[in-house]
């Protein structure tokens, strides 16, 4: 009996110990930060800085109590917020913001846990971004300025975050952009400023369209004109030279022109089959045809009292 009672106030002795040993063992990681607090006060802060490293530690068990804090860098996603400018431009600005606690103790004393940290610092970065927006255009936010805008509304958090224990490391604005209602209306404006340019383009290339087709009539005209004036000018000097040749040719041999230019005459005035001539036959057009050296009838002989042939002929007057 007295050994089963022995046996079993061992057995509870070691359960009590191995509990003790539990509760009085504790880790701190790498990427963690502690406070060791003895009834609320704070006793220690372990792995802060170079001094204190990570590992095994220990506490009074039931006396001491431990809180752990991420080291590392914490993530801050901001809502989207509508603002308005400088230019009086409404614009919608997503942030982000990227923490990390450095002062543990200071951070358990103000807000004491991650959740309410991040609403602290949401209601800073917030009204920090309302401040610095404000005072700034809407180009200055979008293109020319913004890197240096996102590095002073860092500073400004910083300064009031100070006093959480925490430090902002980044802060970026990843998107900076109209509200749904002002974009609609800045794309129907920039559609209309295109529709204007593409009608100020169209109306310059008519503009020059007329002007090259007027160019160009202008210059059918002109070359038209001088081309004949050069045709005027060749057809009078070949006529001139054919006259010319002619004249010459006629000095050369009056007679032999005259018998060239009758039988042109006989050729031109006789074609076709029924072709008939009202002249009468002693006329100087037919002297070839009486005389083959084409000398003029007598006076007395073109009256033709003696042959009654020539009396008809000279009467009707008609040669086929």
């Known amino acids: ?27 701190v990681g790498q990427m963690q930060q502690a ?45 989207v917020q509508a603002l308005l400018t400088a230019d009086r431009q409404n614009l919608e600005v997503d942030a982000f913001a990227r923490y990390r606690i450095i002062d543990p103790l200071r951070f358990y004393q103000a807000v004491g846990n ?18 610095v927006l ?13 890197m240096r805008l996102m590095n002073e509304i860092q500073e400004d958090v910083n300064r009031q975050a100070k006093a959480l224990g925490v430090q902002i490391v980044d802060l970026r604005m990843t998107r900076v952009d109209l509200p749904a209602q002002n974009s609609t209306a800045v794309y129907e404006r920039m559609k209309t400023e295109r529709k204007r340019e593409a009608a100020d383009i169209r109306a310059n290339g008519e ?18 004109a001088e081309a004949n004036q050069k045709s005027e000018e060749l057809r009078g000097q070949g006529d001139a030279d054919r006259n010319r040749i ?35 036959p002693n006329s100087d057009f037919f002297r070839y045809f009486n005389d083959p050296q084409g000398r003029q009838p007598a006076a007395g002989a073109s009256r033709g009292t003696g ?12 040669a086929r």
């Open 1 to 27: 009996m007295n050994n089963h009672a022995l046996r079993t106030g061992l057995i509870v002795i070691a359960a009590a110990v191995v509990v003790a040993l539990y509760a009085s063992v504790f880790t």
């Open 246 to 280: 002619l004249a010459e040719a006629f000095g050369k041999d009056p007679d032999f022109f005259a018998f060239y230019r009758s039988m042109q005459a006989y050729e031109n005035g006789l074609k076709g089959s029924d072709t008939r001539l009202v002249i009468s």
């Open 307 to 318: 042959d009654p042939s020539n009396t008809t002929d000279s009467t009707t007057g008609a």
């Open 35 to 79: 406070l060791v607090l003895q009834f609320g006060r704070v006793r220690a802060v372990l792995n802060q800085t170079g001094e204190d490293r990570p590992g095994l530690y220990f506490k009074i068990p039931f006396v001491e109590n431990v809180i752990l804090f991420d080291k590392r860098v914490l993530d801050l996603d901001l809502p």
């Open 207 to 224: 503009q020059i369209a007329a002007t090259i087709r007027a160019r160009a009539d202008r210059d059918v005209t002109v070359i038209l």
């Open 114 to 131: 991650i959740g309410l940290a991040n609403q602290r610092l949401s209601s800073f970065t917030n009204s920090s971004l309302r401040n």
């Open 134 to 146: 404000a005072r700034s255009t809407r180009d200055a936010i979008v293109k020319t300025d913004r």
